[in-house]
């Protein structure tokens, strides 16, 4: 007699979500969940900083050099030949907070379907090791970003599915949310980093095109939040349709 999924197979998708959402908001509040999360924040600070450098690269910038601080902090150093405008001043500004958003959603995205599980998580690790090679030039990334890598691409080579689906939920949901989780950053005007004051994204994308900068908080807090929502609910969607799939499968079989 054929066995069938349970009706409760989309359910356990949004508990494994959830779940993955509360290590990252609530870990850091108990005792030394600040130091298992460690790696991981360095993480999230990787993906806001690739984000300002690949969106400079996109617009004919040079990608100079990503340095990440042990506090979490990093900074990535960008230039132009020419004069900046001030719509790519606020675009390279943009695109930190937008990243991690960006990224988090396709990696969500990518949990919905098992054929991609491996190789989302296999890109990651490969891309996390790219921008060590040329991008990265601090201690504290050369040291932690390898190691994340290298345990990204061992899940996706050694895990059995369940843990690789989740690592790749828990990623998706760590670089999402990471926008979310440093709210009080994109509502400064000025933040200091490693010891010397700069303008925060919002701070530089208010000095570029003149609106407030607590306007272009919201702004991007709204996008981003559209963004996640769309994603979750298409791979809540997608999820649910492969499983109604595979039941009629089954019971053609049966």
Do not use: C
Not at 56 to 81: C, H, K, M
Request: charge should be neutral.
């Amino acid at each position: 007699m054929a066995s069938f999924p349970g009706p409760h197979s989309q359910s356990e998708q949004v508990g494994r979500l959830i779940i993955a959402a509360a290590l990252v908001l609530f870990l850091p509040q108990l005792p030394l969940g600040n130091y298992l999360l460690y790696p991981f924040a360095i993480l999230t600070t990787w993906f806001h900083e690739m984000g300002h450098g690949l969106t400079a690269l996109l617009l004919g910038w040079q990608f100079d050099r990503l340095i990440l601080f042990p506090d979490g902090s990093g900074v990535a150093e960008s230039y132009t030949l020419g004069e900046p405008g001030r719509l790519s001043q606020a675009l390279v500004s943009a695109g930190g907070p937008l990243g991690p958003v960006v990224v988090g959603a396709l990696l969500i995205l990518a949990s919905a379907r098992h054929t991609l599980w491996r190789p989302a998580l296999y890109t990651l690790a490969a891309a996390i090791a790219l921008s060590v090679v040329i991008w990265v030039r601090s201690a504290t990334g050369l040291i932690v970003l390898p190691l994340v890598a290298a345990l990204i691409a061992l899940i996706a080579w050694r895990a059995s599915d369940g843990p690789a689906r989740f690592a790749l939920q828990f990623l998706g949901v760590l670089a999402g949310f990471s926008m979310f989780r440093d709210w009080h950053y994109l509502f400064t005007e000025s933040a200091v980093i490693a010891g010397r004051p700069i303008l925060s994204d919002t701070g530089v994308i208010e000095q570029a095109l003149f609106l407030p900068h607590w306007v272009w908080a919201i702004l991007l807090t709204g996008l981003s939040g559209l963004i996640l929502g769309a994603s979750l609910k298409y791979a809540l969607r997608e999820d649910g349709s492969q499983n109604m799939r595979s039941t009629s499968r089954e019971k053609v079989k049966s």
